[in-house]
């Protein structure tokens, strides 16, 4: 089954504890995407990926840091996790760069919480 | 700055009428406009699209309508199911540099009754 997923799904930590979010999809897309959705503020880009080794910041990426090692894979890192970085955040991908206005493939989110 | 504008956080309908969620934007530069539709502990999901050289684009019981001169666009659901509660987000699409970003709006709850 085409999906993206990412692990864990639901995370409590404490402030100043690193963590990494994995995301995953088995589509060989080229673009990968992080957002993260808060009330009224809807998703907000954090970072995107355009291809292996190739990484640029969105529109909220302070804080936050990413790597494309693998085409598949796409981890968001939080070298010391504050309680502002509280959200709940979707991994995506999208089979090519500009296709059908970048139709992007989520996944289930991972809700965070940092104490 | 908000590109990207929902202005109705929630709406109510009533099953089998029409359910039309609104969305403006400000940046004449979007090429492309999309729908993504989200359910509860899922991640949205498309909808449906249309490119900004179009002003209407049907999808079965959804009509996509953008109108460019008032940088308006509109998602109308004919009729409406109970299925088709969840939060509903309007995004669009820019080429910056080589790739395309999506710029989402801030989400219409929508709750189809009984």
């Known amino acids: 089954e085409a999906q993206v997923t990412q692990n864990p799904r639901y995370l409590i930590t404490v402030t100043g504890k690193k963590l990494t979010v994995t995301c995953s999809q088995n589509?060989?897309?080229?673009?990968m995407s992080w957002y993260r959705q808060d009330p009224g503020l809807g998703l907000r880009q954090i970072y995107y990926s355009m291809n292996v080794e190739v990484t640029d910041k969105g529109d909220v990426p302070e804080g936050y840091k990413v790597s494309r090692k693998e085409k598949r894979n796409f981890p968001l890192i939080l070298e010391s996790p504050s309680p502002n970085q509280t959200s709940l955040y979707f991994c995506a991908s999208s089979p090519d760069l500009a296709v059908k206005g970048n139709e992007q493939f989520f996944g289930p989110g991972t809700r965070l919480t940092v104490l | 700055d908000q590109q990207v504008k929902q202005n109705s956080p929630s709406l109510s309908v009533q099953e089998g009428r029409i359910s039309i969620l609104n969305c403006d934007y400000t940046n004449s530069m979007f090429d492309y406009f999309l729908w993504y539709k989200k359910y509860p502990a899922e991640g949205p999901t498309f909808l449906i699209s249309i490119s900004s050289i179009k002003d209407k684009n049907e999808d079965g019981r959804f009509t996509v309508f953008l109108n460019k001169s008032a940088k308006h666009l509109s998602l109308h659901i004919v009729p409406s199911q109970p299925g088709d509660s969840a939060v509903y987000f309007c995004?669009?699409?820019?080429?910056?540099?080589?790739?395309?970003?999506?710029?989402f709006g801030t989400g219409t709850r929508l709750q189809v009754t009984l």
């Open positions: 589509m060989n897309h080229e673009y």
């Open positions: 995004a669009a699409s820019a080429i910056t540099g080589t790739a395309s970003k999506l710029t």
